[in-house]
């Protein structure tokens, strides 16, 4: 079958799934910006899929200027980098993520938790409260420069227990996940 544009010529292949993905994209754009919950669960429920955490790397790191002002952070210069990636349990690559936390803002024994764990985070600090604040996102629509420049949305958060600022979590979340929610 082919698909007809209103001046009757056929719609290219592959167009009304690019189509589709840029409205999911900015679907789940608009859903971060608004929630506090954990980006990884909000992807979960908007593909109806499981999703699984991969650390990659760990390492420390200077903060830069972005991360330096929205942490409040004072004297502290440097933070510990966590990165990796979301992947559905099919295989397919939600989003590359990033962890940037300030370790001497968390208490000695959370410290100690996610310096000798692959573990997510996310576990480690949730039974501490922690919950994302002044968080962004943006809808990507320019094409991929490069074949593996997958983003359709950035975004990314403030992780705060009580009233500190503790950190900045990101996520880059791909294309084809995208069209797996539309």
Do not use: W
């Not at 420390?60 to 002002?69: F, N, Q, V």
């Not at 929205?70 to 990636?85: P, Q, V, Y």
């Not at 410290?111 to 501490?128: D, E, K, V, W, Y």
């Amino acid at each position: 079958m082919t698909i007809r544009a209103g001046s009757g010529k056929p719609i290219p292949p592959g167009t009304c799934d690019a189509t589709f993905a840029g409205a999911a994209a900015s679907l789940i754009a608009t859903v971060l910006v608004m929630s506090e919950r954990p980006a990884a669960l909000l992807l979960e429920e908007l593909a109806h899929t499981r999703t699984r955490a991969e650390m990659l790397s760990r390492t420390d790191r200077e903060l830069t200027a972005s991360e330096h002002y929205r942490l409040d952070a004072g004297l502290i210069s440097s933070g510990h980098c966590r990165t990796g990636l979301l992947r559905t349990e099919g295989g397919i690559v939600v989003a590359q993520t990033e962890l940037v936390i300030l370790p001497q803002r968390l208490p000695a024994g959370v410290r100690a938790a996610l310096a000798r764990t692959r573990m997510p985070a996310s576990r480690i600090l949730a039974p501490l409260g922690a919950r994302r604040l002044d968080r962004r996102a943006a809808f990507c629509a320019r094409q991929p420069d490069s074949p593996g420049d997958d983003v359709a949305v950035e975004s990314s958060a403030v992780l705060a227990i009580g009233n500190t600022k503790i950190g900045i979590t990101a996520e880059r979340i791909t294309r084809q996940f995208c069209q797996l929610v539309g």
